[in-house]
């Protein structure tokens, strides 16, 4: 439950707005007893979220490990300054969910995954071409939503 109830976004469709303007998804992780948060591009699927990565580095050893993540995106629309440190705010909408990741292997749903990342920052330009050698050292993460949350701030 949210602290200040009057804040939390209770439309999915608005909190999916959200995830469709932010530009940028930060990923928590768990890395044994310590937190890893890693910032990435990202594209919308139904009920999920693809990443893209290369096919080693910390992020792929913890997920191999730990598949649960957390997610954050935010939009930040005006900082409102004030006479005062503690009178300052800022208008803003976030998103935060949580779900599990996969690597994708199948190459169609690879395709697919590059396809809605390309969408999110492109637009509707496809149909998108990836290169063979682009696709084969490119690994394609899809977080599976399991709970979302949506915060607004005017």
């Known amino acids: 439950m949210m602290r200040k109830a009057q804040r939390e976004i209770k439309d999915t469709l608005e909190v999916w707005a959200i995830l469709a303007e932010a530009q940028v998804c930060r990923i928590g992780m768990c890395d044994g007893r310590e937190p890893y948060v890693v910032p990435m591009n990202f594209g919308l699927g139904k009920g999920c979220l ?8 910390r992020k792929i050893d913890i997920l191999k490990v730990n598949d649960r993540v957390c997610f954050e995106v935010d939009l930040l629309r005006q900082i409102k300054r004030a006479v005062t440190g503690c009178g300052w705010t800022a208008r803003f909408e976030s998103v935060i969910g949580t779900g599990r990741a996969v690597f994708v292997e199948d190459p169609d749903e690879k395709r697919r995954g590059l396809d809605r990342i390309m ?15 682009n696709l084969e050292r490119t690994l394609v993460i899809r ?5 979302l949350t949506g915060k607004r701030h005017e």
């Open 50 to 57: 693809y990443l893209h990565c290369a096919r080693e580095g």
């Open 143 to 147: 977080i599976d939503i399991d709970n």
């Open 119 to 133: 969408v999110h920052y492109a637009g509707e330009m496809g149909p998108f071409d990836y290169p063979p050698e």
